[in-house]
């Protein structure tokens, strides 16, 4: 247990980088499991491709990431070791210009080793002017949060690809009927059926579903009302008499199921402009989303009760890849693109929680010695204090991790 301790002492000193040797049993358990791996992504991309896009999406975003790290921090002057994909042992490596690049057995994430990551990190002299902490604060400040800068600018570039190409999800200013009620009803009655657009209601224009619904229920039972709808391209205007709604006696009730809301192409700078404003809004929603992934009550409240608030439960990239599946199957790539680009918002802002061993612990760190740094005389924090917090946040990462895997298997998001 005191290896371990240590092991993990000492991937949090250097960034959550790992020991550079390369192990012969450690690299031959690594290509069993990379074999492994490539077998189950072969099985997947056959049985539900929708999922593997999704999940090759992740992939490269995860790759981006460490993209972002890697450039700035060698941009900035720093020594970089390492660039590997996964976690785990070693399945491939290569040298070049001093890096190591390579791959890692468990697709799990990945990891850019800058070596000198504070004070526990320890370094050749000859070299600790390349280190991170030896760098300018805005220097540190960009490299420690350029893999979240780059989240975001996935995230931009792929709403801006959707809603130039594909469009945006927005009021059309058509009604058009989705469905009927069976049995009958004024709609039914009217001779209106699925995919007609409604124009007016009572002789009031309307443009949107809730317009819609606000004329509806403004009539009474009984009351003679005029309807205008296009059939194709034929307008047709007739008048029905409502009747009462079965599930809320005294107001009326129509017989349709309406939406006006569907993908509308935008030109390029205003496919820019809502993607700009969109992102931000993902932004705001996904900082109070940490709070409610990193509440553990939510994950005992889902544990105990199967009616739980959907909104609160935990999940990991099992049940965020089988909704991918769905969104695939019923909206196709540009729903794929969308939730990915959401999720990349989501953990641009999560990384960036002010805790050690994300990377915004790191900046709150950099943050700090700044700060308490006067007069010439550079501060260094000392990170041996800060080791318990980062155990303890980790020890609820693998509760999180453990209960949205046990609920993403049992309890599949996507029904």
């Given at each position: 247990?005191?290896?371990?301790?240590?092991?993990?002492?000492?991937?949090?000193?250097?960034?959550?980088?790992?020991?550079?040797?390369?192990?012969?049993?450690?690299?031959?358990?690594?290509?069993?499991?990379?074999?492994?791996?490539?077998?189950?992504?072969?099985?997947?991309?056959?049985?539900?491709?929708?999922?593997?896009?999704?999940?090759?999406?992740?992939?490269?975003?995860?790759?981006?990431?460490e993209?972002?790290?890697f450039?700035?921090?060698?941009?900035?002057?720093?020594?970089?070791?390492?660039?590997?994909?996964?976690?785990?042992?070693?399945?491939?490596?290569?040298?070049?210009?001093?890096?190591?690049?390579?791959?890692?057995?468990?697709?799990?994430?990945?990891?850019?080793?800058?070596?000198?990551?504070?004070?526990?990190?320890?370094?050749?002299?000859?070299?600790?002017?390349?280190?991170?902490?030896a760098?300018?604060?805005?220097?540190?400040?960009?490299?420690?949060?350029?893999?979240?800068?780059?989240?975001?600018?996935?995230?931009?570039?792929?709403?801006?690809a959707?809603?130039?190409?594909?469009?945006?999800?927005?009021?059309?200013?058509?009604?058009?009927?989705?469905?009927?009620?069976?049995?009958?009803?004024?709609?039914?009655?009217?001779?209106?059926?699925?995919?007609?657009?409604?124009?007016?209601?009572?002789?009031?224009?309307?443009?949107?579903?809730?317009?819609?619904?606000?004329?509806?229920?403004?009539?009474?039972?009984?009351?003679?009302?005029?309807?205008?709808?296009?059939?194709?391209?034929?307008?047709?205007?007739?008048?029905?008499?409502?009747?009462?709604?079965?599930?809320?006696?005294?107001?009326?009730?129509?017989?349709?199921?309406?939406?006006?809301?569907?993908?509308?192409?935008?030109?390029?700078?205003?496919?820019?402009?809502?993607?700009?404003?969109?992102?931000?809004?993902?932004?705001?929603?996904?900082?109070?989303?940490?709070?409610?992934?990193?509440n553990?009550?939510?994950?005992?409240?889902?544990?105990?009760?199967?009616?739980?608030?959907?909104?609160?439960?935990?999940?990991?990239?099992?049940?965020a890849?089988?909704?991918?599946?769905?969104?695939?199957?019923?909206?196709?790539?540009?729903?794929?693109?969308?939730m990915?680009?959401?999720?990349?918002?989501?953990?641009?802002?999560?990384?960036?929680?002010?805790?050690?061993?994300?990377?915004?612990?790191?900046?709150?760190?950099?943050?700090?010695?700044?700060?308490?740094?006067?007069?010439?005389?550079?501060?260094?924090?000392?990170?041996?204090?800060?080791?318990?917090?980062?155990?303890?946040?980790?020890?609820?990462?693998?509760l999180?991790?453990?209960?949205?895997?046990?609920?993403?298997?049992?309890?599949?998001?996507?029904?």
């Amino acid at each position: 247990m005191s290896d371990f301790y240590q092991r993990f002492r000492t991937e949090i000193a250097a960034g959550g980088a790992v020991g550079s040797e390369a192990d012969p049993r450690a690299t031959r358990q690594g290509h069993i499991a990379g074999v492994i791996v490539l077998l189950l992504l072969a099985w997947l991309a056959v049985k539900n491709p929708w999922t593997f896009v999704f999940v090759a999406g992740l992939l490269a975003s995860v790759f981006l990431h460490e993209v972002g790290h890697f450039v700035t921090a060698r941009r900035s002057g720093m020594l970089v070791t390492q660039f590997f994909m996964g976690f785990g042992p070693r399945v491939w490596s290569m040298h070049r210009d001093g890096v190591e690049y390579g791959i890692r057995a468990l697709p799990l994430g990945a990891f850019v080793r800058i070596i000198g990551m504070n004070n526990l990190d320890e370094v050749d002299a000859a070299d600790e002017s390349r280190t991170y902490r030896a760098q300018s604060y805005p220097k540190r400040m960009l490299v420690i949060t350029a893999g979240s800068l780059m989240h975001l600018l996935i995230a931009l570039t792929l709403f801006v690809a959707v809603y130039s190409f594909a469009g945006r999800i927005q009021e059309t200013g058509k009604v058009a009927v989705m469905q009927l009620v069976e049995g009958d009803t004024p709609a039914r009655a009217a001779g209106i059926i699925q995919d007609d657009v409604i124009e007016s209601f009572n002789k009031v224009r309307v443009h949107t579903r809730s317009e819609l619904v606000d004329q509806i229920v403004s009539t009474a039972p009984g009351d003679r009302v005029e309807v205008t709808y296009l059939h194709g391209k034929t307008r047709q205007t007739t008048t029905v008499t409502m009747i009462e709604n079965p599930f809320s006696p005294k107001i009326a009730y129509f017989g349709v199921g309406a939406w006006s809301r569907d993908y509308v192409r935008l030109s390029p700078p205003t496919a820019v402009w809502r993607s700009f404003r969109d992102m931000v809004s993902d932004v705001a929603m996904s900082v109070r989303g940490v709070v409610t992934v990193l509440n553990p009550i939510n994950s005992v409240e889902h544990l105990t009760d199967e009616n739980a608030d959907i909104n609160t439960r935990p999940s990991t990239v099992v049940g965020a890849s089988q909704m991918g599946g769905t969104v695939g199957r019923q909206e196709g790539i540009k729903g794929v693109i969308l939730m990915l680009a959401s999720i990349n918002v989501f953990v641009g802002v999560f990384n960036m929680l002010p805790l050690l061993p994300f990377d915004g612990g790191h900046a709150a760190i950099a943050t700090y010695e700044r700060l308490r740094s006067r007069r010439g005389k550079v501060y260094r924090a000392d990170i041996s204090k800060m080791i318990p917090v980062a155990t303890t946040v980790v020890a609820l990462l693998v509760l999180l991790l453990f209960t949205g895997l046990y609920l993403d298997i049992t309890r599949p998001l996507s029904g």
